[in-house]
């Protein structure tokens, strides 16, 4: 399901600094040039990927509130989550996401993240 979009979260428009068109609930950050790209291991993350595009393209991202993200592997309800590599969520106190509210087995998963500031 790594398509799911949600509708828990606030949402902000930005320019793809990459190509995203395949990386909705994805975590996300800005780049120093103000686009939306993917966040790296242990960044500080922007918010998940709401609305994809190809790079220059308009699209959005969620942030604040729950957002829906992309596991890289199982996470537990209640865990730290934090940015893997790509822009997978993984367990980690590392710039915190948030904390999930609900679990997943394995990388590719959907998990319920609420977030954090």
């Known amino acids: 399901m790594v398509g799911f979009k949600l509708d828990e979260a606030w949402t902000v428009a930005g320019v793809a600094g990459e190509?995203?068109?395949?990386?909705?609930?994805?975590?996300?950050?800005?780049?120093?040039?103000?686009?939306?790209?993917?966040?790296?291991?242990?960044?500080?993350a922007l918010g998940s990927l709401f609305e994809a595009g190809a790079a220059g393209a308009a699209v959005s991202v969620a942030m604040g509130s729950i957002l829906k993200v992309v596991a890289s592997a199982a996470i537990a309800k209640g865990a730290r989550v934090a940015v893997a590599a790509g822009g997978k969520a993984v367990t980690g106190t590392t710039n915190?996401?948030?904390?999930?509210?609900?679990?997943?087995?394995?990388?590719?998963?959907?998990?319920?993240?609420?977030a954090v500031a």
């Open 19 to 44: 190509d995203l068109s395949t990386k909705v609930n994805y975590l996300v950050k800005m780049n120093s040039s103000g686009e939306i790209v993917l966040a790296g291991a242990n960044e500080k």
């Open 96 to 114: 915190p996401v948030g904390m999930a509210l609900s679990s997943c087995a394995a990388d590719g998963e959907l998990v319920s993240v609420a």
